[in-house]
């Protein structure tokens, strides 16, 4: 949380008074992983389509009070925090997009090749690299408008090695991206942590 903080507000330079937009919801064994074949997969057609709640949480950036709170009650509660990628303005109305992507990299031989490679997809953008426990995060040092992250999707779903097209479609369709910030056993046990700072 403290690091999501500071990008926004020292690297990206946007006000305290912007609001955060995060997601409490419920994690468990995935779709993709109780569906192995693509049998299973056809079979299960309807429940692929579907999306967790979403009802937004709007925090101001630069209440750190009220996130920490948000983050131990959703723990206590067994739940995951989800930061989306809209942020708003201090009249709630959309700002731009956080450069966030969920990544489940196939193939890559080191994580430094893995960075390269992410920096290449997000067209040069710096940014972090972070461990979330089974696969990575990546946190872009750059506001997108909502055409430049329409693209910024699409471009990661492109190489078909980087990322879960399942990820991608539930981005579009929910309008955002979302990482998890929260440790929620046993699905989720870690906390994702910063691995390498990227360009």
Same mark, same amino acid.
């Given at each position: 949380?403290?690091?999501?903080?500071?990008?926004?507000?020292?690297?990206?330079?946007?006000?305290?008074?912007?609001?955060?937009?995060?997601?409490?919801?419920?994690? #468990?064994?995935?779709?993709?992983?109780?569906? !192995? +074949?693509? $049998?299973? =997969?056809? %079979?299960?057609?309807?429940?692929?389509?579907?999306?967790?709640?979403?009802?937004?949480?709007?925090?101001?950036?630069?209440?750190?009070?009220?996130?920490?709170?948000?983050?131990?009650?959703? #723990?206590?509660?067994?739940?995951?925090?989800? !930061? +989306?990628? $809209?942020? =708003?303005? %201090?009249?709630?109305?959309?700002?731009?997009?956080?450069?966030?992507?969920?990544?489940?990299?196939?193939?890559?031989?080191?994580?430094?090749?893995?960075?390269?490679?992410?920096?290449?997809?997000?067209?040069?953008?710096?940014?972090?690299?972070?461990?979330?426990?089974?696969?990575?995060?990546?946190?872009?040092?750059?506001?997108?408008?909502?055409?430049?992250?329409?693209?910024?999707?699409?471009?990661?779903?492109?190489?078909?090695?980087?990322?879960?097209?399942?990820?991608?479609?539930?981005?579009?369709?929910?309008?955002?991206?979302?990482?998890?910030?929260?440790?929620?056993?046993?699905?989720?046990?870690?906390?994702?942590?910063?691995?390498?700072?990227?360009?």
């Amino acid at each position: 949380m403290d690091a999501l903080r500071a990008l926004v507000m020292d690297e990206l330079g946007l006000p305290a008074e912007f609001f955060f937009e995060f997601a409490v919801h419920e994690v #468990g064994v995935n779709w993709r992983q109780r569906n !192995v +074949t693509a $049998r299973q =997969r056809i %079979e299960s057609l309807p429940e692929s389509l579907l999306h967790g709640p979403s009802e937004p949480i709007l925090v101001k950036v630069g209440d750190s009070e009220s996130a920490a709170k948000l983050c131990r009650t959703a #723990g206590e509660c067994g739940l995951a925090l989800s !930061v +989306t990628s $809209r942020i =708003r303005d %201090e009249d709630m109305g959309f700002f731009g997009h956080l450069a966030l992507m969920n990544l489940h990299p196939e193939g890559f031989l080191s994580q430094e090749e893995l960075g390269r490679a992410v920096l290449q997809v997000a067209g040069g953008i710096p940014g972090y690299l972070l461990n979330s426990g089974r696969f990575f995060h990546y946190y872009g040092r750059r506001l997108l408008s909502r055409a430049e992250w329409t693209d910024f999707a699409a471009r990661f779903l492109m190489p078909c090695t980087m990322v879960s097209p399942r990820y991608i479609g539930h981005s579009l369709s929910r309008g955002s991206c979302c990482l998890r910030l929260n440790a929620v056993p046993p699905h989720k046990p870690s906390v994702p942590e910063v691995v390498a700072a990227l360009g």
